[in-house]
């Protein structure tokens, strides 16, 4: 069964920190990756997403995503983290046209310490 | 900018009430989502529309349906509100083309069954 996992519920990092939140797939076909952010209150905001070419992508806000094939994994990061960031962010998986076939994860609840 | 705009941003209903969740995009979009998201959960298709009059269902259909007469238009039906219905609703849209690839959130309707 396809799926995605967010082994991370909730993290904290300092304001300035590094921060990497994990993303883990089980998909049988080629997959298209996404990240979202949904800030309080709010609806979810596309940060970034992988269909294919270059493993390494940039998104908005600073954020990049690494494509690591062998480890089905997607991991979201941003070398310096402002308080800003603070929100719930969720990894997705999809077949592109198949709208039945788009898995979200269970979502990272970011907080950032002053 | 694209908009998806949901009528109510809290509403509270009985137990047995018919509860209308209206989404309302402004940008020619054919394709239209209503997902439901719970904590730890992530997001779930309740159902999708690509077309005036089309839907389809999605991962949990069970207890609702919907209607889409006009296509900026996509309502969400509980056609007899229960205690685990409680949840938070977003609808999304997005171009026929692009599928995916371009999803729009609304920023939610945080349904309250009593």
């Known amino acids: 069964a396809q799926s995605v996992t967010q082994p991370d519920i909730h993290i904290t990092v300092s304001e300035g920190a590094s921060l990497e939140l994990r993303c883990n797939y089980s998909y049988g076909a080629t997959p298209y990756l996404f990240w979202y952010v949904q800030s309080p209150g709010q609806g979810l905001q596309l940060l970034l997403k992988?269909?294919?070419?270059?493993?390494l992508v940039q998104g908005i806000k600073g954020f990049e995503a690494e494509f690591k094939r062998s480890q089905s994994s997607f991991n979201l990061r941003k070398p310096s983290v402002h308080w800003s960031d603070a929100a719930e962010y969720f990894c997705?998986?999809?077949?592109?046209?198949?709208?039945?076939?788009?898995?979200f994860g269970s979502g990272t609840k970011l907080n950032v310490k002053p | 900018d694209v908009k998806v705009t949901q009528s109510s941003r809290y509403l509270v209903k009985r137990t047995g009430e018919k509860v209308f969740l209206e989404c309302v995009q402004d940008m020619d979009h054919e394709n239209m989502f209503w997902y439901r998201q719970d904590p730890g959960l992530g997001l779930r298709l309740i159902y999708f529309s690509y077309d005036v009059k089309m839907k389809e269902k999605g991962d949990i259909p069970e207890g609702y349906s919907v209607s889409r007469e006009k296509k900026e238009r996509f309502s969400l039906i509980l056609e007899s509100a229960s205690t685990n219905q409680t949840s938070m609703y977003l609808c999304?849209?997005?171009?026929?083309?692009?599928?995916?690839?371009?999803?729009?959130f609304g920023s939610g309707t945080q349904l309250s069954v009593l």
């Open positions: 999304a849209s997005s171009p026929r083309e692009e599928g995916l690839e371009k999803l729009f």
């Open positions: 992988y269909f294919s070419g270059d493993t």
């Open positions: 997705a998986v999809a077949h592109l046209y198949n709208f039945n076939k788009f898995y």
